[in-house]
C-alpha cells in the first residue's frame, strides 16, 4: 500500500507542477492554456535532443532547458500568440491554445525526429540513483519531482501573496485596463507569468520524460490529469490546485493496488473494460465531480465575457444586399466541383476526397453546437464514434442494412448527446468544453476499449449499402447526403429555432425573460449536433469498411476542430473545406514527401487555429470581407 | 392599494448577497393598467428586486405574485408566459439579429412553449417545411415598431445601435411577447431630454392603447413622479416611502435619501 501511495505522491507532483503554471497564467491573462502538455513535451524533447544528439552534459543541459530555453519559449509564445489572445472571444482563447498544443508536438516531430523511447536521459544522473526512505524505494528522478513541485507551491505562493509583482497580477486580474491606467505595467506581468508558466511546465516535462519517457502519450496523460486539478482549483486557487494534483495522482495509483483490485473484483471480473479503463479515467471523474458540484461556474462566465462568445459571420444588413445567385455562388461552385471530381481523379484519390466529404457531414456537427448553439464542444469525435461503433454493430453481427444502421448509430447518438449537453445548462464556455473533453476521455477510456467495440484495435467491419458498394457509387451517395444535411443547417439557422439560438448567444438572460426555454434550444443544438456527427461518422466507416475507434481518438477530435474553425466555425462550406482538407492535405504531404515532413499537416491545421487571434472568423470570413473591402473601395 | 388584485405584487421581498442585505422585507403592488415607479440612490435595491420580479434571482424570504397566484419559484420563462415582460439597464440585445429579428424571437416565442409545441415545430425548422409566420405576426410586429418609430430601423442589425435606440428596441422586443406588465429598468439613462420626453409620451400611450401595467425603475425622478400613479422609494434596500406622486415629492426621508442626511454630513 506505501508503495502506491508514494507513486501517487510521484504522479501528483507531476500534475501539480503542470496544474500551478496553468493556474498562473490564467490569472494573469484569462487564457487557459490547453497547450500546457505540448509546451512541456516541447521542452522535454529539446532536452533530449540536446543531451542525446548535441551531446552536452546533462546537467547543464537541464539547467539550461528549465531556466533558460523555457522562459524565452513562454516569452516567444507570449509575444508571438498569448499577448493578441487577451482582447478576443472566450472562443478563441480556447481554441487557439487548442491549435498550439495541436502545432507543438508535430513541430517537436519534424525538428527531432528518430527519437528513441528506450533512451531516458535525465537531468541527474543516469541510471538514477536508488533511495530506502521510510522502506520505500525511491530513485533520484522522482525525488526530484517530488520536491520540484514542493518548491513551486512555495515560490509561487510567496510570490503572488507577498511581492509587488503578486500584488500587480492580482490586480490585473481585476482589472487590466484600470490597473494599467494606475500605472501597473500590465504587458510585464502578463509576459513574467507566461515565462514562469512555461518554466513549470518545461520543468515537469525534463522531470517526466526521464522518468516515463519522451513519449507525447505520456505528456498528454500529463496535461488532462493537470486541468482537472485546475478544475478543482476553480482556475485560480494555487492551494487547491496542488492538493487537487495530489487528490488525483492518489486515487490513480491507489486504485491500481491490489487491495482496491481485490475489492473490484467483488463487483466484475479483473479483464471488465470499464474497470480496465478506471485508472486513466480518474482525472475526468474528478473532474466532472467538482464540475457539477461547485455553483456559479455559468457566472463566472459572464464576469468574464461581455460579448457573444462565437464571432458573429457578417451583419445582417450585409446578408441582403445581393442576389441570391451571388451569395449561393461559391456553395455551388463547390458542390459543382465536387460532382464533377470523380471523372479526374484516379483511385487512391477518390477515396481521399470521399473520406474528406464523409467527414464534412461530421463537421457539419461543430456548425450546429459551436456556431449556432454557443456552445464549445470537444466532443464530436465522441458521437461521431460512438455512432461508427453501433453501426458496425448492427450491420454486422444483426444484418441490419447498413444504411438503417447508420441511422440507428446516430440516434443513439442522440441520446449520448443529451447527456453530453447536460454540463452545458450549469457551465460556462471553458468549463463546458472541460466537461466535453471529460466526457470524451470517459467514453474513450471505457467504452472504446470493449472487445466487442475495439475487435483487438482492428474495429469491427462495416459492410457498404448494397448497390453502392463502388467508390463512385459511394462518393455520389455522399455528395447527395452531404447536401441533404448541410440544408438541414441552413433550414435551421433562418428558422425559429435558429433565431433563439443567436438570441441565445448574444444573452441567455433576455432569452429567458421573453419566454424561450433555454434548456430546449440547447438540448436541440447538442442533440442535432449528434445526430449530423453520427451520421457522418457511420459513413465514414461504411467507407473505410470498419469502424475503428482508434480514427475516433479524442486528441484527433482536438484536431477536428482545429481545422473547423480555421475555415469557420459558422460557414457550412467552411465544414466542407474543412472534411476536405482533413483528408486532401494529408495525402497530399504521403505523395511528396517523407519521414518527419508527414507531421507537417498536424502542424498547419494547429497553425490555423491559432491564426483565429488575428481573424477569430476563419479564413473564408477573411476571403469575404477583403472581397467586400475592395468592392467599396472600387 | 390592495396585493389581492394586483397583476404582479411582490410581498415582503428579502435578498442577501453574502452578508450584505439588498432587499430588506420590500413589497410592491402592480394593479392592472397602472404605472408604478420605482425610485432610489445608486446602490438601493431597485435592479435587483426587478431581478426578483422577473425570476431571474430567488428571493430569501417573501413571495411574488402575479394575479394572486404564488410565482416564487417560477422560472423566468413560465412568468413571461404570464405576461411579464422587461428591459435591462445594461442592454441585453442581440448583437446578431436585426432589430425586427428582435421582435419576431420574442412575438414566436409566446406560440411555443409547451413540449408538444416545441416537439411540432422542430422538424418544421429543421426540413423547411411551412417556415412562415403566423398568421397575425408581421401586424402584430409592423405595429409595435411603429409605434416606437423604429420601422426604418427594421433592418438594421442590432449591433449597429446607439444607446437610446436600443432602450427602444429592448421595449418593443418586450412589447412583441404581448405582456400585462412591463417591467423598465432605467429606460431613459442615456437619452436627452427631448428623446426622454418623447419616451414618456411612448410609455403613457403604451399603457393605454396594450392595457399594459408599467413599472419604471429610473434615476430621472422628475420623469416618474410626472408619469406615475404610484411611487415607492427604496434606499438600502428598505422602502422608505410608498404612495401617490406628489406626496412622495413633499416626503422629507425622501428628500434626505436623495440630498444626504444633512445631520450626518455635519458631525463628519
Sequence with gaps: MTTYFVAGIVVGSVYAIASLGLVLTYTSSRIFNFANGAMAFFVAETFYRSVVTWGWNPHVAGLFMIFVFSPLFGLVLWAVLFRRLSDTPSFVRLVSTVGLSVALPALAAILYPNIDANLRPSILWSPAHDYVILGVHLDSDQLAIVAAAFLAAVVLTVLLRATPFGLSTRATVDSGRLSATSGINTSFVTAVSWMIGSTLAGTAGVLLGALRGYTIIQFTSLLLGSLAAVVVARMHSLVLAFAGSMMIGLLQELSASQQFQHFLGHFASATNPILLGLRPSIPFIVMLVFLLAYNGLREERFAIDTRASVPSFGAAADRAGRPWWRRMLPVVACIAGVLVAPAFLNGVWLSVVASGLALAIAFLSYVVVTGEGGMISLCQITFAGIAAAITAQWATN????????????????VLVGMVAALPSLRLGDLYLALATLAFTQLVQNTYFQTPRISNFGQGVPVPRPNGL???RAFYYMLVVLFVLVAGVVRNLKRSTTGLNLA????????????GISIVWSKFVAFGLSAFIAGIGGGLYASYAGAANMTQFDALIGLVWLTVVVTWGIRSILGALLAGLSFTIIPQFFTDHLSGRWLNLPTLLFGLGAIALAREPRGIIADVVNRHRARRVAS | MSEAGAALAANGVTVRFGGLVALDGVSLAVPPRSIVGLIGPNGAGKSTLFAVLSGLLRPATGTVTMDGDDVTRASPQARARRGLARTFQRQELFGELTVREHLVVAYRAGQRHRLRDLLRYLPVDLLGLGNRPTPGEEEAVDRILGQLGLRDLAHVSAGALGIGTGRLVEIARALATRPRVLLL???????DARETAELTAVLRRLRDEHELALVLVEHDVDMVLGLADDVTVLDFGETIARGPAAAI???????AAYLGDKSVGDET
Excluded: F, K, Y
Excluded at chain 1, 403 to 412: K, R, T, W, Y
Excluded at chain 2, 185 to 191: A, C, I, R, T
Excluded at chain 2, 249 to 255: C, G, S
Design chain 2, 249 to 255: 415629492r413633499a416626503d422629507a426621508r425622501v428628500q
Design chain 1, 398 to 413: 444483426h444484418n441490419v442494412p447498413v444504411l438503417l444502421a447508420i441511422l440507428i448509430g446516430a440516434a443513439v447518438a
Design chain 1, 469 to 471: 458498394a463502388t467508390d
Design chain 1, 503 to 514: 438570441a441565445m448567444r448574444s444573452s441567455e438572460t433576455a432569452t429567458a425573460t421573453l
Design chain 2, 185 to 191: 429598468d432605467e429606460p431613459s439613462s442615456g437619452l
